[in-house]
């Protein structure tokens, strides 16, 4: 049995110790890597992620009163709440993800007087904390499980964009629509490219295997925390100078105003700038090398996007740079932090047959520093949220 129907397997059988009873439904989202392009998306502007082999599997089965029941392996309650009772004061800790949905879809224009109460209950092998979007997962398989359970009519960008707000409004995360998008627009061997500013989004092509490429995650284990600290202070910084320079976000910038930026804006600002404006011509750059040259050519972008993440935008740490020069001085062709930072994981782009190497030297590199242990282990990119086949 491999891992995603083993997983399967497991959340029936919760769910049936939870309840007492067999779900009617299963539904799954995925974790997320972003490739290249961090912090462009509250910028307006270019990412290019993709969902992993990692998923949140949820099983449901309909009730008859207007009652919401959600349980999951990581946490020992179970929350019961009515579905009209639900709003940013009502629902708080893990449940404020998926739960916050339905507020979401409320906001989004939603009535749901004809909406049922359902039991549901979580597994994920998505790492909590690893930068790998488990949160986005949680939201992304509770709305694509209302948004046909409840006939809401959604496509999946406005499932994504309800995530956000979720995010921003009950959960309190100042965070972007990357990771929602990942996790609903993913295609198997893709990456997904999306525009932030439009929502337009087209599926590339990644070729990895065509090349005896694989993508290693390296878990520094480090945990980040996106609803304090750097991340809104980032946020800020762009903000402001968006403001400063007279546009209404970084996205309307290029390399040729990095020139008046450096003039008119403090040198931390600027710094912040000039890592969204690189970033964003970094993240088209690599779209083209993918389309004209293949997946063997992007290793420059990466290293360079992590240069900028490290020195110009600061939201690196000595263990995300320690794991991206092993991984450079050990056969990745490619490898930078991925996610908001402060923590979380590096990614590196690698042949296939160097990986257990990289892991020992990883795993030394870590030990010699003083630093705990890390995780290093292999992802590809997959279909996004879906409804599983309940077929046992
Ligand atoms: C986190 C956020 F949730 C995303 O929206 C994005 O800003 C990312 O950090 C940085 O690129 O994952």
Not at 134 to 161: C, H, K, M, N, P
Not at 206 to 213: E, I, K, R, T
Not at 331 to 354: D, E, H, L, Q
């Amino acid at each position: 049995m491999n891992a995603a129907s083993s997983l399967q397997h497991s959340v029936v059988d919760g769910f049936a110790a939870r309840f007492g009873e067999a779900p009617d439904s299963l539904w799954s989202a995925p974790g997320r890597v972003n490739l290249i392009g961090e912090h462009t998306d509250y910028n307006d502007g270019f990412v290019l992620p993709f969902a992993i082999d990692r998923r949140t599997v949820m099983a449901v089965r309909r009730r008859d009163d207007r009652v919401i029941r959600i349980a999951t392996s990581f946490a020992p309650e179970t929350v019961e709440i009515a579905l009209d009772d639900i709003s940013p004061a009502t629902v708080s800790g893990w449940s404020a993800y998926p739960l916050g949905m339905v507020w979401g879809a409320t906001e989004f224009g939603s009535v749901l007087d004809a909406a049922f109460g359902f039991d549901a209950y979580l597994e994920s092998d998505i790492p909590v904390g690893a930068g790998l979007s488990s949160s986005a997962a949680l939201e992304s398989v509770f709305g694509l499980a209302i948004t046909e359970l409840w006939s809401l009519g959604y496509d999946r960008q406005s499932i994504a964009r309800i995530g956000q707000f979720n995010e921003n409004q009950v959960v309190g995360a100042p965070t972007g629509i990357m990771d929602q998008s990942a996790s609903l627009l993913g295609e198997q061997d893709s990456v997904v490219l999306l525009d932030c500013r439009s929502l337009d989004a087209s599926v590339i092509p990644l070729g990895l295997s065509d090349s005896g490429l694989t993508i290693a995650v390296i878990d520094t284990k480090v945990a980040h925390e996106h609803a304090t600290g750097g991340y809104a202070a980032r946020r800020a910084s762009c903000e402001l100078g968006a403001q400063l320079l007279g546009v209404t976000s970084l996205r309307d910038l290029t390399v040729d105003d990095l020139p008046r930026a450096s003039r008119e804006l403090d040198d931390e600002t600027f710094r912040r700038v000039r890592h969204v404006i690189t970033e964003n011509e970094r993240v088209l750059e690599t779209v083209r090398t993918l389309r004209d040259q293949g997946a063997t050519a992007i290793g420059p972008l990466l290293d360079a996007s992590h240069v900028s993440m490290r020195d110009d935008f600061e939201i690196s740490v000595p263990e995300l740079d320690l794991a991206v020069t092993t991984a450079q001085q050990h056969g990745a062709i490619g490898a930078r932090m991925t996610g908001g930072g402060f923590g979380g994981s590096a990614i590196a782009v690698i042949p296939a047959a160097k990986v257990e190497a990289l892991r020992t030297a990883t795993l030394a590199a870590f030990a010699a520093a003083g630093f705990g242990a890390p995780d290093v282990f292999t992802v590809t990119p997959t279909r996004g949220a879906t409804r599983e086949p309940l077929s046992y």
